[in-house]
Nanobody
């Protein structure tokens, strides 16, 4: 049984920062790409940032220069450092990881940015 557990969400004022974490646990043999998605009310889930096992990253245009994704392979954990947050960043943030060649999702963590 593989699980992804996110943490670090919360309420922050515009211009502030938050750091999300997502830890994978269970019977893990390999982890390939890991990433963060978000879903705002009334909108589709969208990719925010992703990182490969080799460390290559890609970001949504809307977060480039503000968000940074990283991973600690020894801890099976992926992070999302979010700076200069804007009200439009308000959403539930979901962790996704390709583990043992299957795609797993966390339950999500809410990020609310007040203006």
């Amino acid at each position: 049984q593989v699980q992804l557990v996110e943490s670090g969400g919360g309420l922050v004022q515009a211009g502030g920062s938050l750091r999300l974490s997502c830890a994978a646990s269970g019977s893990i043999f390999s982890i390939n790409a890991m990433g963060w998605y978000r879903q705002a009310p009334g909108k589709q889930r969208e990719l925010v940032a992703a990182i490969t096992s080799g460390g290559s990253t890609n970001y949504a245009d809307s977060v480039k220069g503000r968000f940074t994704i990283s991973r600690d392979s020894a801890k099976n954990t992926v992070y999302l450092q979010m700076n200069s947050l804007k009200p439009e960043d308000t959403a539930v943030y979901y962790c996704n990881a390709n583990i043992n060649h299957y795609s797993y999702w966390g339950k999500g963590t809410l990020v609310t940015v007040s203006s």
